[in-house]
């Protein structure tokens, strides 16, 4: 199918466009931006006055629950709530059952994925077999057969010397890891972040500490090693520092941060609510304030969804008991566009936290609007507003946000040239500030 994309505002962080112009597309590229190449004849034409045009959201984090937990959701479900939010690649993690330490796992995560027609998918595979942190899993083999990066969650490899050499391993491969700086002991048993709120409400804390201790160690194995290394879910002022330190003295260091991190605060617990069970916790306003910073400045080049989609019951219980999560992949783009209503990024600068930032941080074909280039692309309307809920697609409805009214609305997502979604404006007006009480 040929389309012509007509009058949007066209942004693309990594040549630094933003102006009006149009987009054709052909063949599942983009053949041209601007005129109309000699001979381009549109089977379809969208009218994108008012629009904005970027590159497909990149998310790299998106439990797809597939295979082992089809009651909290499955591929076809979370890739469809993915393109809702203007989501066109997504990265998954290995917390899978089996868990995804095979080739034979990963190739039914791609099959499956290729079936729904939806996101695209790249699998992040496990660093060791079972996430046991014992012996590594087959790194090479996974590679191959299509996992981008590699990663052991949040249960920690406790022997430094296993970690050392699984990360010189992968050095020597060229591979990415992914680590997520928790330390098990510091945080054994923790519900909250370790301060008032937590006091107050009597929950076992999780100390700010749980993440620098790791993050500091994680830090100094990778520059022993040389591996190229991304840092996710960083939720501390003082962990963005130290990742801001590790990239001053030249390692190959990334990170990302959970979108609800920016926006919610530990003080979101004062109910008891069960909806803001996130691990790691959600911690405080200075901590917000810093991580903020750490992403205006591209300390922390990228925002992720860390979508946990769970079935109803998983959140009934009493907080201590409730698994922890927040299904939000398909209000990405209008639940980070509260950062530019708000004053604290503006609108590329949000686009590049988006989708080159998190492309380039594990190498993803993805993240540009180019000729020649993969037709992935996001329209949406920045003036308009989103009801979160109003269309839920996502089995997991364990989303605190549902309700709320936030500023854009994605009108169209394509993938591959392929229009994966298609909005027509079906929502109230709530353009009041007061109806968005975040």
């Not at 790791?214 to 040389?226: C, H, I, K, T």
């Not at 936030?406 to 394509?414: C, D, E, G, I, N």
Request: with cysteine.
């Amino acid at each position: 199918m040929s389309i012509s994309i007509l009058g949007a505002r066209v942004i693309d962080p990594i040549s630094g466009l933003d102006s009006i112009s149009d987009l054709h597309l052909e063949a599942g590229k983009i053949v041209a931006i601007g005129a109309a190449p000699a001979g381009f004849s549109a089977s379809r034409s969208i009218d994108a006055n008012g629009l904005v045009a970027a590159p497909g959201l990149v998310d790299l984090d998106v439990a797809l629950r597939e295979p082992g937990y089809s009651r909290k959701g499955n591929i076809a479900s979370e890739t469809r709530a993915a393109v809702a939010g203007g989501v066109t690649s997504l990265c998954c993690p290995p917390q899978t059952k089996p868990v995804l330490d095979t080739s034979a796992v990963a190739e039914l995560v791609l099959d499956r994925a290729r079936e729904a027609g939806n996101s695209k998918v790249y699998p992040i595979g496990a660093l060791t077999k079972g996430l046991e942190g014992e012996q590594l899993a087959e790194l090479v083999a996974l590679r191959d057969t299509g996992c981008v990066a590699f990663g052991n969650g949040l249960k920690q490899i406790p022997n430094n010397r296993t970690l050392a050499r699984a990360l010189e391993y992968a050095a020597t491969f060229d591979l990415t890891v992914v680590f997520h700086s928790q330390d098990h002991d510091l945080a054994l048993g923790g519900l909250a972040h370790e301060g008032a709120m937590a006091s107050f409400l009597g929950l076992p804390g999780i100390p700010e500490s749980a993440e620098t201790v790791a993050l500091a160690r994680n830090l100094l194995l990778v520059e022993q090693s040389g591996v190229r290394a991304h840092f996710t879910q960083i939720t501390s002022a003082r962990g963005a520092r130290l990742i801001a330190q590790a990239q001053a003295l030249g390692l190959p260091v990334t990170a990302d941060v959970a979108l609800y991190q920016l926006i919610l605060t530990d003080e979101a617990l004062r109910d008891f609510s069960s909806l803001y069970h996130v691990q790691p916790p959600l911690r405080t306003a200075a901590d917000r304030d810093g991580l903020r910073e750490a992403v205006k400045s591209g300390v922390i080049q990228a925002i992720s969804s860390h979508h946990q989609p769970h079935e109803r019951d998983a959140k009934l219980a009493p907080f201590g008991a409730t698994e922890p999560g927040i299904s939000s992949v398909e209000l990405l783009l209008p639940l980070a566009m509260t950062l530019v209503e708000d004053g604290l990024l503006n609108l590329p600068t949000l686009l590049a936290r988006l989708t080159s930032g998190p492309a380039q941080a594990l190498r993803l074909p993805a993240g540009e609007l180019k000729v020649g280039g993969a037709a992935d692309l996001v329209l949406f309307d920045p003036k308009a507003s989103t009801v979160a809920g109003e269309h839920w697609l996502s089995r997991g409805d364990n989303c605190p946000f549902i309700g709320h009214c936030l500023p854009s609305a994605v009108r169209y997502t394509l993938v591959d040239g392929h229009i994966c979604h298609d909005e027509a404006w079906r929502g109230r007006s709530c353009t009041d500030r007061e109806h968005r009480d975040l």
